[in-house]
């Protein structure tokens, strides 16, 4: 088998094959988590023509996103195009993304090793992209579609490498297409997702390792490496948030100037501190990827566990330094790929802008640098500290690869059968995770799609106990759900007093506003009274003032026009609820009530909205 990896294209047919067959399973998955927001009830706002304005923002709107992800939004595109709203498809693009950024690594790998002299570079870069294909901590990346994000980033990532570790050789044949085709992955992979941002200071610190630093080429690609950073942040700061404010300190007067400085000192503290027990999180999951948690609630603390970050951290860079002092230099590159990789996710642990502060999704790009390392050293060791040319210095490290191989794959294929259905998936979470609230509202939520109300609104009422870690706006949706699960039970005042409920944990959420529209509504249906038709357009306002394009609120706003005879005002609802996006079929209930007001000739509209 070994003459075989030695066979580019039989190494990368197989690499192909075999990371395609480890999740084949996935393509069998429902849509899950954010999957049923974004493409099943969101999918209107995916159209071709929306992809240009998306590359290149114009108006400073949506101060308040978080992410600028335009290669996302294009392939969501074309899997809509394609597939429709159908899973299947949508994991079939995961899958075959995951193959694509398998084959990409193995092309950095073996450029690399190639460059840096490594004995065996073609079996080293084999069973490191192996390793990379089957590692556990991929499941959630590549069997939950929301989560494309850091494969596409990776795919593109890792392309770039390659292309920049070949423009940088001396007496390399064409020179500017190196360049340019490595610039242009880059910024693919920018806009892929933000932890790309790394890419510049990995590439740097690899010609800082090889010596090629100040030459002509390596110094054009930093040039351009620098002013696609800078009009990539620049059309990001135009639309979306940049990184969050840490500290903005006071001082005003002697005594705040100081009591600022020490706050601030302390800040910085618990800065480096919560970094520190992320990294030392990340690197244990790397190395130990057998236990899976879609919802990671929080860092974790203590003084032994910041020790053991520190002592870890510490570890590492000392391994690094003395890779670097013997010119071994393959050590030390793969543990700074890791960790510069893995600080824009560590960075999320510190500033609380995602729904958790850790996440088994961002180790995708980080675990390259580690398998890369994996593979290496125990070609190394088995060969000792000299050269990797003997048969049976290949056959044993081969065969220590290939058992660690089959031991990822079996806990990725266990991985993924948490992942097939959205029930499955909370169920599994809700108990890895049962003191935290969003679990057991996601588990609530899928056991009520189900049809499994009576259980759904256990899990509701539990999440709202005090045991269990919420904000004030998720006790809110928490309350909220529950009011529509009492509601698909048919106990309308249970739900109007769970909806209630809601608006006093958090007076800001618009879908309380359009559950108390919804129950007045229902009031007025039942009770023929205008009263309660008023009440329903007061709170549908108050939802719509919240959430301008709350599209659900419009058309029951046009609804509650309709009844009150008010047709104008009716169409006008009806065509915000339109331009704000609409799922089938109340799209067509919209449509219709357009239509009798632009046609005219209806004497009841009324009734033509009902047929």
């Not at 999957?35 to 114009?58: C, R, T």
């Not at 990827?289 to 951290?313: D, H, Q, R």
């Not at 509202?441 to 009520?448: E, S």
Request: with cysteine.
């Amino acid at each position: 088998m070994m003459h075989v990896l030695e066979k580019k294209p039989l190494a990368l047919v197989l690499l192909l094959l075999l990371s395609f067959a480890a999740y084949a399973p996935s393509l069998r998955n429902e849509f899950v988590w954010d999957d049923i927001e974004v493409v099943q009830k969101s999918h209107f706002w995916f159209k071709a023509e929306g992809i240009l304005p998306h590359l290149f923002p114009k108006e400073a709107i949506h101060k308040r996103a978080r992410y600028w992800r335009p290669m996302v939004v294009g392939l969501y595109v074309a899997d809509l195009a394609a597939w429709g709203t159908s899973p299947f498809g949508f994991h079939l693009t995961n899958a075959l993304l995951n193959s694509l950024a398998v084959a990409a690594f193995w092309f950095m790998a073996i450029v690399m090793m190639g460059d840096l002299r490594v004995k065996r570079a073609g079996q080293v870069a084999f069973f490191a992209s192996l390793l990379f294909a089957l590692h556990p901590m991929h499941v959630e990346s590549v069997a939950w579609v929301s989560a494309r994000t850091d494969v596409l980033a990776a795919l593109f990532f890792f392309l770039a490498m390659g292309f920049h570790v070949m423009n940088s050789k001396r007496g390399a044949y064409g020179f500017l297409p190196y360049l340019f085709v490595g610039a242009l992955c880059y910024y693919l992979s920018l806009m892929s997702k933000e932890v790309a941002i790394a890419f510049p200071l990995v590439a740097l610190f690899y010609d800082l390792l090889t010596r090629r630093v100040v030459t002509g080429r390596a110094l054009a690609s930093y040039v351009l490496y620098a002013a696609l950073t800078l009009v990539y942040l620049y059309f990001r700061s135009r639309l979306f948030v940049m990184v969050p404010d840490l500290s903005a300190v006071s001082a005003s007067g002697g005594g705040a100037a100081v009591g600022a400085t020490i706050g601030a000192a302390a800040r910085l503290m618990e800065t480096a501190k919560t970094l520190l027990e992320a990294y030392l999180f990340y690197i244990r999951k790397l190395v130990f990827p057998f236990e899976f948690n879609a919802f990671i609630a929080a860092v974790p603390k203590g003084g032994l566990y910041l020790a053991a970050s520190c002592l870890g951290v510490l570890s590492l860079v000392v391994a690094g330094a003395a890779s670097i002092w013997r010119r071994e230099n393959v050590t030390a590159f793969c543990i700074f790929l890791t960790l510069a990789t893995l600080g824009p996710s560590a960075l999320i642990a510190v500033f609380g802008i995602a729904s958790t502060p850790l996440a088994e999704r961002y180790l995708y790009l980080p675990s390259a640098g580690y398998c890369l390392l994996l593979a290496y050293l125990i070609f190394k060791v088995s060969a000792g500290w000299g050269a990797l040319s003997s048969p049976e210095n290949v056959k044993i490290p081969s065969l220590v690869l290939l058992l660690i191989s089959a031991l990822y794959l079996s806990f990725s294929l266990v991985g993924q059968q948490t992942w097939v259905t959205n029930l499955a998936l909370w169920e599994h979470t809700s108990e890895k995770t049962p003191d935290y609230a969003l679990p057991h509202v996601n588990y609530g939520y899928a056991l009520k799609e189900k049809g499994r109300t009576e259980e759904a609104i256990s899990q509701f009422l539990f999440a709202l106990s005090p045991r269990v870690h919420d904000s004030e706006r998720g006790r809110a949706i928490t309350a909220n759900n529950l009011g529509t699960a009492y509601l698909d039970a048919g106990d309308y005042r249970k739900a109007e007093l769970s909806f209630i409920k809601a608006g006093e944990y958090d007076p800001g959420y618009w879908r309380t506003y359009y559950h108390l529209g919804l129950i007045a509504y229902i009031k007025g249906q039942e009770t023929g009274s205008a009263r309660f038709y008023r009440e329903a357009e007061e709170s549908l306002l108050k939802a719509v003032v919240r959430y301008r394009y709350y599209s659900k609120a419009h058309l029951l706003l046009a609804k509650v026009y309709l009844e009150m005879g008010e047709g104008e005002r009716a169409r006008a609802q009806a065509e915000k609820a339109l331009a704000s996006g609409l799922v089938e079929p109340l799209r067509k209930e919209a449509q219709k009530i357009v239509e009798v007001y632009d046609k005219g000739g209806y004497h009841d509209p009324k009734k033509d909205a009902r047929e």
